[in-house]
């Protein structure tokens, strides 16, 4: 499963605009997507400057990734080179395949991954597995957890079964989740 840190009040709102920064972990919830309904374009150790990285025409072609690289000339991370050793790899992008890689040697309170949200919008609400919040989320930002659950779960007509509100405690190796709703 893939998490998504930093969730928009609007949960509606943010479908539509699709997916971007993920924050391992803030104080704020966010969703855990199943992975059959997410393709991972690529993965920045830091801030990628993906909202100047549009296609032209939009959307994915051989010679342009959506938020990843909009020239052929563009680079990709080569997780064998020196530059890549601490997870930034000078700004390139990481492939999805090199995902693991870039998570092993990342050390930034701070990332992105760029993602297909077509994919998991075309296939809500089954793409989202769980909506979640860190244990240490502030009564605010669980309150908005909840309520965003709250509101998912109602316009799709799902169970808490069906889509689960968890407590992560990234401190529990063994079992970090929680369900609390």
């Known amino acids: 499963s893939v998490l998504f840190a930093g969730m928009h009040r609007d949960a509606g709102a943010a479908m539509q605009r699709g997916i971007g920064n993920i924050k391992l972990f803030a104080d704020v919830g966010g ?3 199943r992975p059959q309904f ?10 990628g400057g993906t909202r100047g990285k549009v296609c032209h025409p939009p959307g994915l072609s051989p ?11 563009d680079q990709w991370c080569d997780p064998y080179s020196d530059v890549a050793r601490d997870g930034w790899c000078n700004g390139y992008p990481w492939r999805p ?3 693991g890689t870039m998570l092993q040697r990342y ?3 701070y990332a992105e991954a760029v993602m297909d949200s077509s994919t998991w ?5 089954w793409s989202i597995e769980a909506v979640f919040f860190p244990s240490t989320a502030t009564p605010k930002a669980e309150a908005e957890a909840r309520e965003i659950h709250t509101n998912f779960a109602k316009a799709f007509g799902l169970t808490k079964r069906e889509a689960p509100l968890l407590r992560l405690d990234v401190t529990n190796w063994h079992q970090p989740f929680k369900q609390v709703g």
């Open 31 to 33: 969703f855990i997507l």
């Open 38 to 47: 997410t393709t991972i374009f690529c993965a920045f150790g830091g801030d």
């Open 63 to 73: 010679t342009c990734v959506p938020g990843c690289q909009t020239r052929l000339r």
């Open 97 to 99: 395949e090199d995902l």
């Open 107 to 109: 050390h930034n309170p």
């Open 121 to 125: 919008i075309d296939n809500l609400p």
